[in-house]
């Protein structure tokens, strides 16, 4: 197993540019979640799916979008960057019942420069 | 609301030393508690959890729900424990998982 992979694994955008952080797992995981990782801010949730079809926003939405068409892949859009979304991004996924959380498996994570 | 704090950003110790790195919560339910570490230029990956109440490389973390408490405890710190520790809240009828800022242990030889 691949577990979770992210591409690409570095990007620098100019101020505006989209572009789209690729995410895929192949362990059959119903729950996928995106993070920002700054410095002193730790790890906020961008956006969460519990199944295809379903995506939620989390701590800090705004400026991303996403969509879950396919239980393997839950790509997170940049609709037009800013400097402030400068970041790593984390991609993470793991088994859902609804009812509580389980033990999640990262990326190797993006790192995203915005100039 | 879930919420989480970890109030130190950075704890150095010498090597043999105990640690203690604090992990405080806010959570109307029944939470779920996690501790993940990040060494250097790796992904995350879960420490421990408070359901399964074991020790992994030797750290332990007790949920204390009347201090609202989860924090990790080790007794005598190694250099290869160097990381960032995160503590992640969970719970009951809801899938997300709240990170706290985290920590970064340095353990000096």
């Known amino acids: 197993n691949a577990g979770v992979t992210q591409t690409p694994k570095f990007q620098v955008l100019k101020t505006g540019q989209s572009m789209t952080l690729q995410c895929a797992q192949d362990m059959n995981h119903e729950y996928m979640s995106w993070y920002r990782q700054d410095p002193g801010m730790g790890l906020r949730l961008i956006h969460y799916?519990?199944?295809?079809?379903?995506?939620d926003q989390g701590e800090v939405p705004n400026g991303y979008n996403v969509s879950r068409s396919t239980t393997e892949d839950f790509p997170l859009r940049l609709l037009s960057a800013a400097p402030s979304q400068t970041s790593v991004y984390f991609c993470?996924?793991?088994?859902?019942?609804?009812?509580?959380?389980?033990?999640?498996?990262f990326g190797p994570g993006t790192r995203l420069t915005v100039t | 609301a879930q919420r989480v704090t970890q109030p130190e950003k950075l704890l150095s110790v010498f090597k043999g030393a105990p640690v203690e790195l604090k992990c405080n919560y806010s959570?109307?339910?029944?939470?779920?508690l996690f501790w993940y570490v990040q060494y250097s230029r790796q992904r995350l990956q879960l420490l421990l959890r408070?359901?399964s109440r074991e020790s992994i490389k030797g750290f332990t973390a007790d949920l204390n729900k009347g201090e609202t408490s989860f924090h990790l405890k080790k007794p005598f710190a190694q250099e290869e424990d160097s990381a960032m520790y995160y503590c992640a809240l969970g719970g009951h009828n809801t899938d997300k998982l709240i990170f706290g800022t985290g920590t970064r242990l340095q353990v000096f030889p």
């Open positions: 408070h359901i």
């Open positions: 993470a996924s793991s088994r859902t019942s609804g009812r509580q959380a389980y033990e999640q498996y």
């Open positions: 799916s519990v199944g295809a079809g379903i995506t």
């Open positions: 959570y109307s339910g029944s939470p779920e």
